[in-house]
């Protein structure tokens, strides 16, 4: 079974400082991709980043960062110059390469910005 | 690009009545869809998986019959909800992919429905 584990439910974090939101995960897949979503008030599920686990290169996208270490089944997100704009839920997903486009999402970080 | 419109987005009805929730890929098509349940500050809990041309694929714990799931072409998927009572009051998301690779889900705005 998939599972997929975000052990801090809640996160706060001074405004332009920066955040590491942590996720493990539990496959026994070799190829495998891993995303981070993040969900504002209004609901709406918003991509954040990306990772193919083939790819030994963490990603990043302008403040959003990832540590990727797949010995340790691990995906963190590190969010750096937080803004308040950044204060969402954030839920890491999983999704193994060929057997469909099922995802597997963990319990989800509460991030709040204090300005 | 990738644009997933779902509608209502706000229901509210009572107690017995049938909902029906449309999801819309607009610039793609999705020749599958998927169907979430999400319970205030709680993860997204997959319902069902969406076919297009086929019968849905209901997770364990999901009544089929409660949860009547059509998927009538590659741009639409609808979920509606059969009889409903105030425990079925959630909040509900659709999501697609416009392929079976590395494309990311595309999530819908969500539903929010509340039975009386």
């Known amino acids: 079974a998939q599972t997929v584990t975000q052990s801090q439910p809640e996160m706060s974090v001074q405004e332009a400082e920066t955040v590491t939101l942590s996720c493990t995960y539990d496959?026994?897949?070799?190829?495998?991709?891993l995303f981070w979503y993040k969900q504002p008030p209004s609901r709406q599920m918003i991509l954040v980043i990306r990772?193919?686990?083939?790819?030994?290169q963490n990603a990043t996208e302008n403040r959003f960062s990832v540590n990727f270490q797949k010995a340790a089944k691990s995906f963190s997100l590190k969010i750096s110059d937080s803004q308040l704009g950044d204060a969402a839920m954030y839920f890491c997903?999983?999704?193994?390469?060929?057997?469909?486009?099922?995802?597997?999402f963990g319990t989800g970080t509460s991030l709040t910005v204090i300005p | 690009g990738a644009v997933v419109s779902q509608h209502p987005s706000w229901v509210i009805c009572k107690s017995g009545t049938s909902v029906k929730i449309e999801c819309r890929s607009l610039?793609?098509?999705?020749?599958?869809m998927f169907w979430y349940r999400q319970f205030p500050k709680q993860s997204l809990m997959l319902m069902a998986t969406?076919?297009?041309?086929?019968?849905?694929?209901?997770e364990q714990g999901v009544e089929k019959d409660k949860f009547l799931i059509n998927h009538a072409s590659l741009t639409l998927s609808t979920l509606t909800v059969t009889s409903a009572h105030p425990e079925d009051s959630s909040f509900y998301i659709c999501?697609?992919?416009?392929?079976?690779?590395?494309?990311?889900?595309?999530f819908g705005d969500g539903t929010r429905l509340s039975i009386l």
């Open positions: 999501s697609a992919s416009k392929d079976a690779t590395n494309q990311p889900q595309h």
């Open positions: 496959t026994s897949e070799s190829d495998y991709y």
């Open positions: 990772q193919e686990a083939y790819k030994q």
């Open positions: 997903a999983y999704r193994i390469t060929f057997t469909g486009n099922q995802f597997y």
């Open positions: 610039d793609f098509q999705a020749t599958t």
């Open positions: 969406s076919n297009e041309g086929s019968k849905a694929t209901y």
